[in-house]
């Protein structure tokens, strides 16, 4: 019999808020965090908005030396991890037997863009002996979990999943599947992203996978609509502490929701356009996993990138596993406000995906004004609905075909 694993922390900074109830309040009033890019200069680009955090200020939550040895998305993830450690019940860093047991699995998809950039230039212009001591450290992905680990005494498990959009759900895939087999009791899990940059903006404009929308940054981001035309980038992080139950209960947290399945495939079909059988394959071996059928299962956190391929796809594989129960679940993308982290979204929506089983109520897709006839689903358009829902899955699909689903359970005492 698997171990039974519960969510007891969560934290997310995006761009509609700095804080799980800040973001929350939000994504319910239908607020859009995409605007101009004030990062750097966007003039020459030809997407030139984003989902930026804004008034981010890292001393907040992590020590003001340390914080200057961070990449940005380092920080970004540290103040989640923090928010989420507090809320279950730590204020300081974890000893004795729970320490050897508290894994740390955190992902980024890119990692430490902007050092990256950074350095570069030193190189170019002030040559090699005036590159930093810090640069490599700064830059490598799993540096996240490494300051996390050190930050909050974790001995257990500890690395970084990378694997583009699909990072941060693989993150809490892997760490769920980690406490169930018993090599850990707790862990903190998610994803951190920071690539609004030069080059990052850059290299999806070159893919020409963006929104050109830059008139309307606030209804540029349009998942599921008929007039998508790309996805907006964001930054930030999402991530949960996650525990097996009993070990839960006997320290008395408060349980948000039981984590119940986790389901990981590949396309093998094409770097950067789904197949058409990969994500219904996986949301059925999630589905098998948490031992869920599908007609108890009422919300989907979609993948929902505002790209053409991507939502018409994920709307077929929505009805290949559902069948006609997908006419009667909600579906919506919350991508429409934040942007796209990339990998801190599967971190970011399963925060919000807890959310909605714990509060019955369910985030809108914005911007939703003209049906498209390829994606005729319910994606909850532009207001929040009340609804309580017993079983929610979280979306995350990644280029190089990787997908993910995660299954979550409202949380009944």
């Known amino acids: 019999m698997k171990r039974r694993v519960v969510v007891t922390g969560m934290g997310m900074v995006s761009a509609v808020g700095i804080g799980v109830e800040e973001g929350w309040k939000a994504l319910l009033a239908g607020t859009s965090g995409i605007d101009r890019i004030t990062l750097f200069d966007p003039t020459d680009f030809t997407s030139q908005i984003a989902g930026e955090v804004k008034g981010f200020e890292p001393e907040k939550f992590i020590d003001k030396k340390e914080a200057r040895r961070m990449d940005r998305f380092v920080q970004l993830g540290m103040a989640a991890c923090d928010m989420a450690m507090r809320q279950a019940g730590f204020d300081q860093p974890v000893d004795g037997p729970l320490a050897d047991r508290f894994a740390t699995i955190l992902g980024s998809g890119i990692g430490g863009l902007s050092s990256l950039e950074d350095e570069h230039k030193t190189l170019l212009g002030k040559g090699p002996k005036r590159l930093s001591p810090f640069f490599i450290p700064m830059m490598i992905a799993n540096l996240f979990p490494g300051h996390a680990s050190i930050r909050w005494g974790a001995k257990g498990p500890s690395w970084s999943p990378v694997s583009a959009c699909a990072t941060g759900a693989h993150a809490i895939g892997e760490a769920l599947k980690t406490i169930q087999r018993g090599d850990a009791d707790m862990a903190l899990c998610g994803g951190a992203e920071a690539a609004i940059t030069p080059l990052g903006i850059g290299g999806f404009n070159a893919m020409r996978a963006m929104s050109t929308r830059n008139d309307s940054p606030h209804t540029a981001s349009r998942p599921f609509d008929k007039d998508r035309d790309g996805f907006v980038q964001g930054e930030g992080a999402g991530v949960l502490?996650?525990?097996?139950?009993?070990?839960?209960?006997?320290?008395?947290?408060?349980?948000?929701?039981?984590?119940?399945?986790?389901?990981?495939?590949?396309?093998?079909?094409?770097?950067?356009?789904?197949?058409?059988?990969?994500?219904?394959?996986c949301i059925q071996l999630c589905l098998n996993d948490a031992g869920l059928r599908p007609e108890e299962v009422g919300y989907i956190n979609a993948h929902g990138t505002s790209t053409p391929l991507n939502d018409a796809n994920e709307t077929a594989a929505i009805k290949t596993v559902f069948g006609e129960h997908a006419y009667k679940l909600a579906v919506s993308s919350t991508k429409s406000m934040t942007g796209h982290t990339l990998g801190a979204a599967g971190g970011i929506e399963a925060v919000i995906s807890a959310l909605a089983l714990l509060r019955g109520v369910l985030p809108p897709t914005t911007n939703y004004q003209t049906p498209d006839p390829d994606c005729d689903l319910d994606y909850v358009p532009n207001q929040p609905r009340e609804v309580r829902v017993d079983a929610a899955i979280s979306n995350s699909f990644g280029f190089g075909g990787t997908n993910v689903v995660l299954a979550m359970r409202r949380w009944r005492g």
Do not use: M
């Open 241 to 281: 502490v996650i525990e097996e139950l009993e070990h839960a209960k006997a320290r008395g947290a408060q349980i948000i929701c039981e984590l119940v399945g986790y389901a990981t495939t590949a396309d093998a079909h094409h770097i950067t356009a789904p197949s058409p059988d990969g994500a219904p394959r």
